[in-house]
């Protein structure tokens, strides 16, 4: 009896104690003659049952159980199908002697005699306590000894199953568990499962899903650091050392001219000698490929996540159709032993029961206004959101050309500081005062919770996105000005730090190291901000709730998409920068971690789970797609900014009147003749052209397909459902009408409607989806 | 192992071994493991039935939510096991049973009446002793009870049969898994 995946038919009432509870006080003597030869597989069927059916129902699939013998407690003949089904329940009814009745069976057909062997073999499956079954099988044996018939061979097959049979069940079973032990997630993140683990159980799967979301960029970034370090900084540490002396320093001083910045790296390849072979490293052509892979890696496992989250989520169905029945039935693990996991899984389980709950209630709640004001204020939303966009934007780009004149009533220091700090800081100020301004004037906009989640995560993405991209466009604005000034020499409006050189060489100029180093102050303040206002205003928050009894402004508590946000900021600035700075991605993955704890600790300390308990999208695919759209959103300035913006004179690896993809171009200029015409057509508009409207066409068409095949699943569980339900009624009415039974009948007698209502309620249960411990 | 090796016949064992799903070297730890719940006792008579409070500190039980109910159901006389009643709930969590025995045995389980039915009443003792220090508001409770009843309760008798529940449980391939204690 392999376990997993045998089907059994459903039905309701055979078994229900009403039935049987009469068969069990009273032994009315209901003798039907009739039922022994109408009886079928009692619905238990199991996919290798070897006996067969003996009379088929015109429902065919969906057999009908009956009720039990009536006569059950005298010795007449039963069939083999009959005495199994018993044995099923003999739990219930202690006492029955079995031995009389195995004997009874195997007389009634004596063709087949074997039913003493085969319930002798399977007896360990059969709910007797444990001394019955000894003395069971004890009496069968005796039984068969002294009624061995002739042909001894057949009996012998029987006998002797067990070893074979235990050891062929068991290593089955431990190897089925070894594979669902193994369920697979993308990258090696097995690293903070434990405090994930407990995360979830306090306050539920949503906001571990965060912490998930954290780890996950944590190992992006560091993937990414040692793509860049590999290729990049390595050979040029073999090759140059730390730092380059011709470099010069710039606001971080020393760290300014070392690997970690673009300026360092020389201008052309080197070669090495080893082994005989002349080793050439081609630094351009590698620098400029390692950033395009660095994207396009990127890219690659956000959406191969993103597929594989979703693909798991679409097979773990069954908690789709029946949430609640699932946490409930199949929730508790027997396998814990210590205090600290049971209770820890109590208190998962009831969160997740909790969360289901809201998340129904939650839907339930639409707010019906007119049609017209719903759609005016909703445009009126939009628009002011680009607003908001546009003059974060110019503000930027005129905090950047402006010059703040303090020197009347400030010192020198604190005008050098604020020039120095002026653009980060307005950045940083933007972020942190505008999306919740933003987010207060949804509501007037009157969306569903569920939407309206979606939507101010996605805005603010946006407006981060833009905000960053204004930055580095002002900033390269402002740093390309000392070319200028190298050139006619004369001095134009304030810059970022500058050294003045006037010799007869043209001063040190290199824009990538300035807006590298702009990048940089922003990584850092945007830690430090995290930080204090994180701890802050919990802690402030905390102690008052605790010691003051101040609730006024609500308790601490968790803001995921937020916290996400801020997450998908940093991001941004790891994709931003990483061609100034090739390993950024390194140091952004260690202020992840320090964010990581910090968060754990003062969540575990100081906060409460959320009031809002629902997910912005059912999968948790939604922060992987935001956070895929906005690497797209960042590529495309910085694609277009390397590819026509002039490299630097004197620094970096370029030649300034060359530009970057030249040294690619170089590469296949030396490929061979069909090779480079190949690659010249293809980036020509006769061949990109019909490429992106076939694309899009394909993009249609799966996405029609994809519609239709969820209608069509949607049908079939109706469907389902419905014959299931018709079955059974069919089937009670049966039983009632046989015996006439007047004992407690189901409750709902109108059970038409109660069908047409459950049924129209079921795609409703099949929106929820809450991921078990994920 | 050498020491409760010849406590049994190897008749004993072979016979154990025909009537459960654990192998002989299982069976020993097992009755290793039973000893240990009560040494003076069990050395004495190896077929002495150890009551309830002392079998509901094995780990495994000890912080189960369904203890009581778990010894109710495989106990015998119900008041106490024996070895071998505490053998057959070792085979019964054991990872060789298959899941049609296991699936009947969590429904006695969650069955607290004995009815052979899991009623709203059995649904709500299964919460409350899930939930354990975390309880459900009783509206959260009602709710939570009619929406298990809409999924599992196909006949709409307001209780759930040995098939209904079977339905359900099977499609969780977690079950399985969790419905076993680790030897």
Same mark, same amino acid.
């Given at each position: 009896?392999?376990?997993?995946?045998?089907?059994?038919?459903?039905?309701? @009432?055979?078994?229900?104690?009403?039935?049987?509870?009469?068969?069990?006080?009273?032994?009315?003597?209901?003798?039907?003659?009739?039922?022994?030869?109408?009886?079928?597989? =009692?619905?238990?069927?199991?996919?290798?049952?070897?006996?067969?059916?003996?009379?088929?129902?015109?429902?065919?699939?969906?057999?009908?159980?009956?009720?039990?013998?009536?006569?059950?407690?005298?010795?007449?003949?039963?069939?083999?199908?009959?005495?199994?089904?018993?044995?099923?329940?003999?739990?219930?009814?202690?006492?029955?002697?079995?031995?009389?009745?195995?004997?009874?069976?195997? @007389?009634?057909? %004596?063709?087949?005699?074997?039913?003493?062997?085969?319930?002798?073999?399977?007896?360990?499956?059969? %709910?007797?306590?444990?001394?019955?079954?000894?003395?069971?099988?004890?009496?069968?044996?005796?039984?068969?000894?002294?009624?061995?018939?002739?042909?001894?061979?057949?009996?012998?097959?029987?006998?002797?199953?067990?070893?074979?049979?235990?050891? !062929?069940?068991?290593?089955?079973?431990?190897?089925?568990?070894?594979?669902?032990?193994?369920?697979?997630?993308?990258?090696?993140?097995?690293?903070?499962?434990?405090?994930?683990?407990?995360?979830?159980?306090?306050?539920?799967?949503? !906001?571990?899903?965060?912490?998930?979301?954290?780890?996950?960029?944590?190992?992006?970034?560091?993937?990414?650091?040692?793509?860049?370090?590999?290729? !990049?900084?390595?050979?040029?540490?073999?090759?140059? $050392?730390?730092?380059?002396?011709?470099?010069?320093?710039?606001?971080? $001083?020393?760290?300014?001219?070392?690997?970690? =910045?673009?300026?360092?790296?020389?201008?052309?390849?080197?070669?090495?000698?080893?082994?005989?072979?002349?080793?050439?490293?081609?630094?351009?052509?590698?620098?400029?490929?390692?950033?395009?892979?660095?994207?396009?890696?990127?890219?690659?496992?956000?959406?191969?996540?993103?597929?594989?989250?979703?693909?798991?989520?679409?097979?773990?169905?069954?908690?789709?159709?029946?949430?609640?029945?699932?946490?409930?039935?199949?929730?508790?693990?027997?396998?814990?032993?210590?205090?600290?996991?049971?209770?820890?899984?109590?208190?998962?389980?009831?969160?997740?029961?909790?969360?289901?709950?809201?998340?129904?209630?939650?839907?339930?709640?639409?707010?019906?206004?007119?049609?017209?004001?719903? &759609?005016? =204020?909703?445009?009126?939303?939009?628009?002011?959101?680009?607003?908001?966009?546009?003059?974060?934007?110019?503000?930027?780009?005129?905090?950047?050309?402006?010059?703040?004149?303090?020197?009347?009533?400030?010192?020198?220091?604190?005008?050098? =500081?604020? *020039?120095?700090?002026?653009?980060?800081?307005?950045?940083?100020?933007?972020?942190?005062?505008?999306?919740?301004?933003?987010?207060?004037?949804?509501?007037?906009?009157?969306?569903?919770?569920?939407?309206?989640?979606?939507?101010?995560?996605?805005?603010?993405?946006?407006?981060?996105?833009?905000?960053?991209?204004?930055?580095?466009?002002?900033?390269?604005?402002?740093?390309?000005?000392?070319?200028?000034?190298?050139?006619?020499?004369?001095? %134009?409006?304030?810059?970022?730090?500058?050294?003045?050189?006037?010799?007869?060489?043209?001063?040190?100029?290199?824009?990538?190291?300035?807006?590298?180093? *702009?990048?940089?102050?922003?990584?850092?303040?945007?830690?430090?901000?995290?930080?204090?206002?994180?701890? @802050?205003?919990?802690?402030?928050?905390?102690?008052?709730?605790?010691?003051?009894?101040?609730?006024?402004?609500?308790?601490?508590?968790?803001?995921?998409?937020?916290?996400?946000?801020?997450?998908?900021?940093?991001?941004?600035?790891?994709?931003?920068?990483?061609?100034? /700075?090739?390993?950024?991605?390194?140091?952004?993955?260690?202020?992840?971690?320090?964010?990581?704890?910090?968060?754990?600790?003062?969540?575990?300390?100081?906060?409460?789970?959320?009031?809002?308990?629902?997910?912005?999208?059912?999968?948790?695919?939604?922060?992987?797609?935001?956070?895929?759209?906005?690497?797209?959103?960042?590529?495309?300035?910085?694609?277009? @900014?390397? /590819?026509?913006?002039?490299?630097?004179?004197?620094?970096?690896?370029?030649?300034?009147?060359?530009?970057?993809?030249?040294?690619?171009?170089?590469?296949?200029?030396?490929?061979?003749?069909?090779?480079?015409?190949?690659?010249?057509? /293809?980036?020509?508009?006769?061949?990109?052209?019909? !490429?992106? &409207?076939?694309?899009?066409?394909?993009?249609?068409?799966?996405?029609?397909?994809?519609?239709?095949?969820?209608?069509?699943?949607?049908?079939?569980?109706?469907?389902?459902?419905?014959?299931?339900?018709?079955?059974?009624?069919?089937?009670?009415?049966?039983?009632?009408?046989?015996?006439?039974?007047?004992?407690?009948?189901?409750?709902?007698?109108?059970?038409?409607?109660?069908? *047409?209502?459950?049924?129209?309620?079921?795609?409703?249960?099949?929106?929820?989806?809450?991921?078990?411990?994920? | 192992?050498?020491? #409760?090796?010849?406590?049994?016949?190897?008749?004993?064992?072979?016979?154990?071994?025909?009537?459960?799903?654990?192998?002989?070297?299982?069976?020993?730890?097992?009755?290793?493991?039973?000893? #240990?719940?009560?040494?003076?006792?069990?050395?004495?008579?190896?077929?002495?039935?150890?009551?309830?409070?002392?079998?509901?500190?094995?780990?495994?039980?000890?912080?189960?939510?369904?203890?009581?109910?778990?010894?109710?159901?495989?106990?015998?006389?119900?008041?106490?096991?024996?070895?071998?009643?505490?053998?057959?709930?070792?085979?019964?969590?054991?990872?060789?049973?298959?899941?049609?025995?296991?699936?009947?045995?969590?429904?006695?389980?969650?069955?607290?009446?004995?009815?052979?039915?899991?009623?709203?009443?059995?649904?709500?003792?299964?919460?409350?002793?899930?939930?354990?220090?975390?309880?459900? #508001?009783?509206?959260?409770?009602?709710?939570?009870?009619?929406?298990?009843?809409?999924?599992?309760?196909?006949?709409?008798?307001?209780?759930?049969?040995?098939?209904?529940?079977?339905?359900?449980?099977?499609?969780?391939?977690?079950?399985?898994? #969790?419905?076993?204690?680790?030897?």
């Amino acid at each position: 009896m392999a376990e997993g995946g045998e089907k059994t038919s459903l039905l309701g @009432g055979s078994r229900s104690g009403k039935f049987y509870g009469s068969s069990r006080s009273g032994q009315s003597s209901r003798g039907k003659p009739e039922t022994a030869p109408e009886y079928e597989n =009692f619905g238990f069927r199991k996919n290798n049952d070897t006996f067969p059916q003996i009379a088929h129902n015109s429902s065919g699939d969906s057999d009908m159980a009956k009720s039990l013998p009536s006569n059950f407690g005298s010795n007449r003949p039963v069939s083999k199908e009959e005495l199994l089904f018993n044995l099923k329940f003999a739990h219930l009814n202690s006492g029955t002697d079995w031995l009389s009745k195995i004997v009874a069976a195997s @007389g009634s057909d %004596p063709d087949d005699p074997h039913i003493c062997h085969h319930i002798k073999a399977t007896l360990k499956d059969f %709910p007797l306590t444990m001394s019955e079954k000894k003395q069971l099988s004890q009496r069968l044996k005796n039984f068969i000894e002294t009624n061995k018939r002739p042909g001894g061979n057949e009996m012998s097959a029987y006998v002797s199953q067990g070893p074979s049979d235990l050891a !062929v069940q068991g290593s089955g079973a431990k190897s089925a568990s070894c594979l669902a032990q193994g369920s697979g997630s993308l990258l090696p993140s097995e690293v903070w499962t434990a405090n994930i683990t407990k995360i979830s159980a306090y306050f539920g799967s949503y !906001v571990a899903s965060h912490f998930r979301f954290l780890r996950f960029l944590v190992m992006l970034n560091l993937l990414l650091g040692l793509v860049m370090m590999a290729f !990049v900084s390595l050979p040029h540490l073999i090759n140059g $050392g730390f730092e380059d002396n011709d470099a010069h320093g710039g606001f971080f $001083g020393k760290l300014s001219k070392s690997v970690f =910045f673009y300026g360092a790296f020389h201008k052309r390849g080197f070669s090495r000698e080893a082994f005989g072979i002349t080793w050439s490293y081609n630094s351009p052509l590698a620098y400029f490929l390692t950033w395009c892979s660095v994207y396009f890696i990127a890219l690659i496992v956000i959406v191969a996540c993103m597929f594989l989250r979703y693909r798991r989520i679409k097979q773990m169905d069954y908690s789709r159709e029946n949430p609640y029945s699932s946490h409930l039935l199949v929730g508790w693990d027997y396998c814990l032993t210590n205090k600290e996991g049971s209770t820890t899984r109590s208190r998962a389980i009831s969160t997740s029961l909790k969360e289901l709950m809201t998340d129904e209630k939650n839907r339930a709640k639409e707010k019906r206004l007119s049609r017209k004001k719903v &759609v005016t =204020f909703r445009v009126l939303g939009n628009l002011f959101n680009l607003g908001v966009l546009a003059a974060s934007a110019y503000l930027i780009i005129l905090v950047a050309q402006a010059t703040l004149h303090f020197d009347d009533f400030a010192s020198d220091e604190l005008t050098d =500081f604020i *020039q120095q700090y002026e653009l980060t800081l307005v950045v940083m100020a933007m972020k942190l005062i505008i999306p919740p301004v933003l987010s207060l004037l949804m509501r007037f906009e009157y969306y569903s919770p569920r939407t309206q989640v979606k939507i101010e995560i996605a805005r603010t993405a946006l407006f981060y996105v833009g905000s960053l991209i204004g930055f580095l466009v002002s900033t390269y604005n402002v740093a390309k000005d000392c070319r200028s000034k190298s050139e006619n020499g004369t001095d %134009p409006s304030a810059n970022i730090t500058m050294f003045d050189v006037s010799t007869e060489e043209p001063p040190y100029c290199c824009w990538e190291n300035k807006v590298g180093e *702009q990048i940089l102050q922003l990584v850092f303040l945007d830690l430090i901000a995290h930080i204090f206002i994180r701890l @802050g205003k919990t802690l402030i928050l905390a102690i008052s709730n605790k010691y003051f009894n101040f609730d006024r402004f609500g308790k601490p508590n968790f803001d995921v998409s937020r916290l996400n946000l801020d997450l998908l900021y940093g991001q941004c600035l790891v994709w931003l920068g990483v061609y100034f /700075m090739p390993l950024l991605p390194l140091l952004v993955a260690v202020n992840q971690v320090i964010i990581f704890y910090l968060t754990y600790c003062i969540s575990l300390t100081c906060l409460e789970p959320p009031p809002k308990v629902f997910r912005a999208s059912r999968s948790g695919t939604f922060d992987l797609f935001v956070l895929a759209a906005s690497l797209f959103l960042c590529m495309m300035p910085m694609g277009v @900014g390397i /590819m026509q913006l002039e490299p630097s004179a004197s620094c970096g690896l370029y030649q300034p009147d060359a530009r970057v993809y030249d040294s690619l171009i170089d590469k296949i200029g030396g490929f061979p003749g069909w090779l480079r015409e190949t690659v010249d057509f /293809m980036s020509t508009p006769p061949f990109i052209l019909p !490429v992106t &409207v076939v694309l899009v066409f394909l993009v249609l068409y799966y996405h029609a397909k994809s519609v239709s095949h969820k209608r069509e699943a949607e049908n079939l569980r109706d469907y389902l459902n419905y014959t299931n339900k018709v079955e059974n009624r069919r089937m009670l009415a049966f039983d009632r009408g046989n015996k006439g039974y007047t004992g407690s009948l189901p409750q709902n007698l109108d059970g038409g409607k109660k069908e *047409q209502s459950v049924e129209n309620q079921g795609p409703s249960h099949s929106s929820t989806s809450n991921v078990w411990l994920d | 192992m050498g020491g #409760s090796q010849s406590v049994f016949t190897e008749e004993e064992l072979d016979d154990y071994q025909t009537l459960t799903y654990l192998s002989k070297k299982e069976i020993l730890h097992v009755f290793k493991r039973f000893k #240990s719940l009560a040494p003076g006792l069990v050395e004495a008579n190896k077929n002495v039935k150890l009551p309830m409070s002392k079998i509901t500190e094995m780990p495994e039980l000890k912080v189960n939510p369904f203890r009581d109910q778990i010894c109710k159901v495989f106990s015998s006389s119900g008041d106490g096991m024996t070895f071998e009643d505490f053998l057959d709930m070792m085979s019964v969590f054991s990872d060789g049973a298959p899941k049609n025995v296991k699936v009947e045995y969590a429904f006695r389980v969650y069955d607290f009446d004995g009815d052979d039915l899991i009623s709203d009443t059995d649904l709500q003792n299964v919460i409350e002793k899930l939930t354990g220090a975390n309880q459900l #508001s009783e509206a959260d409770m009602q709710q939570l009870i009619e929406n298990i009843m809409e999924e599992a309760d196909l006949d709409d008798d307001k209780t759930l049969s040995f098939a209904e529940f079977e339905h359900v449980i099977s499609k969780a391939p977690d079950f399985v898994n #969790s419905f076993r204690f680790r030897m």
